[in-house]
């Protein structure tokens, strides 16, 4: 009976929780957002990545329960748990976290004088996945003349020009990726042309430098200059994603947007107009230059002042051989 009654007691005894931990620091660092939990020396945690957030499971922990918004791009805040069994930080990531990326997590012993170990983690979008991508499907790409298709790739930067810095710099990240870019064309059978393979410029002059890249497109289909630009603080979520400028003949862009099939107009064939339909026909709902809307069909007035306009001529499209 005596030891029936000690098993009883032992488990409904709660558990002896640690000292109570103190709230997160942040440092507000550039390109990332640094996190430190300060914990007992070999204290269990778990790390899970939830996507928009990163849980932190401390097992017979303590904490008091808050919730405090940070506002940097890389953290918009944190929540502080009291569960049964432990505590939990959640860290609300914007940029957000995954197995392999998001975030970095960086185990630190304890400082000159004090008792616990410092828990370590940076959180930032730019901390990508170091695993190799899928290899990509083959392509090839040929032109009707037989010639080949040149391009030259423009790594950014470079030399004394670092371009923007940060986390990583921009004439580093630049030369990667027209590397990249350049093994794939390379492969489909095109000509690359690169303004650098190194850490150079032609000339410390901008202007110069420039302009002996520029020099190089002479007799090229196609000339791309690859740059990382970088955001100014509270622009990064407008500031985001891919740009592309281009220059060209015209202010038009060289492939213009597809409309939908129902609202293009059919070719005219013949070589004389048709006649005009007995009522007023509808406006096309396309508003592209390229294509002009029909024009309106002549009708009685009973205004004396009501001229109907001169109809303008129909583009006249030739017959295409099949």
Not at 196 to 215: C, E, H, I, N, W
Request: hydrophobic residues 40%; glycine residues 8%; contains cysteine.
């Amino acid at each position: 009976m005596f030891r029936t009654a000690l098993i009883c007691l032992a488990l409904l005894t709660p558990p002896t929780w640690a000292a109570e931990l103190d709230p997160p620091r942040i440092g507000d660092q550039p390109g990332y957002t640094r996190v430190v939990l300060e914990i007992p020396p070999g204290a269990p945690f778990r790390l899970e990545p939830l996507g928009p957030a990163l849980r932190v499971i401390l097992p017979r922990q303590s904490v008091k329960p808050e919730v405090r918004r940070v506002g940097t791009p890389e953290l918009s805040g944190y929540v502080l748990e009291q569960k049964e069994d432990g505590a939990v930080v959640t860290l609300l990531t914007p940029q957000g976290v995954g197995k392999s990326w998001g975030f970095r997590k960086i185990g630190l012993a304890a400082a000159a004088g004090a008792k616990r170990e410092r828990l370590v983690l940076d959180v930032s979008g730019a901390f990508v996945d170091p695993a190799p991508l899928p290899q990509l499907p083959p392509f090839s790409f040929v032109k009707a003349s037989g010639r080949l298709f040149s391009v030259v790739l423009d790594a950014g930067h470079g030399g004394p020009d670092p371009g923007a810095m940060g986390l990583v710099i921009e004439k580093e990240v630049n030369l990667e990726v027209a590397r990249r870019v350049g093994s794939l064309l390379e492969a489909a059978g095109v000509e690359v042309t690169y303004t650098r393979q190194g850490d150079f410029a032609f000339s410390s002059d901008k202007r110069t430098d420039l302009s002996r890249r520029v020099a190089l497109a002479q007799g090229k289909n196609l000339f791309v200059s690859i740059h990382a630009n970088a955001a100014p603080r509270g622009k990064e979520d407008a500031w985001c994603g891919l740009e592309v400028y281009y220059f060209g003949p015209s202010s038009k862009p060289v492939y213009p947007a597809a409309l939908p099939l129902e609202v293009l107009p059919q070719p005219v064939l013949a070589q004389t107009p048709p006649a005009p339909p007995a009522e007023a026909a509808s406006p096309s709902p396309s508003a592209d230059p390229s294509f002009p809307e029909p024009a309106p069909t002549e009708t009685t007035s009973t205004s004396a002042d009501a001229v109907p306009p001169e109809p303008p001529p129909l583009p006249v499209i030739p017959e295409v051989a099949m």
